[in-house]
């Protein structure tokens, strides 16, 4: 499993969607759809209508993959911290039933209030 404590793996930055369904496209529930994605050098985590899904490529090779699934429903709190003007990075906490903390680095250019608007919609 990743080290989600680890956040500097998860330097994150907003992907195209279709990146990220083309990753867990073979993990997808007939009814899910991938509704946005952040790449970081080599790892990713995709949104779905459903749960947040964290790739993280293993090996020099790249060929081993880890999938982390992290069901919306089992979220029970999270909060962001938005960038500022020397701190150009965002991150998201998220704390799982059964998991604990999940924390995320992203990007200045990520809009981290709309990832807390769609945690908070699908988390309730």
């Avoid at 907003?14 to 990220?20: C, E, F, N, R």
């Avoid at 807390?116 to 699908?122: I, P, S, T, V």
């Amino acid at each position: 499993m990743i080290d989600f404590q680890n956040g500097g793996v998860f330097k994150l930055n907003q992907a195209d969607p279709s990146v990220g369904t083309a990753s867990v496209q073979d993990l997808l529930l007939d009814d899910e759809k991938v509704t946005a994605a952040f790449k970081g050098a080599r790892d990713m985590v995709v949104f779905t209508t459903k749960r947040i899904i964290a790739v993280n490529v293993q090996g020099m090779t790249g060929k081993k993959t880890d999938y982390s699934s992290l069901p919306y429903s089992r979220i029970q709190a999270f909060s962001v911290e938005t960038s500022g003007s020397f701190d150009r990075d965002s991150e998201l906490e998220m704390y799982f039933s059964g998991l604990g903390k999940v924390r995320l680095e992203f990007g200045g250019a990520v809009d981290i209030k709309w990832v807390a608007r769609w945690l908070a919609y699908h988390s309730m």
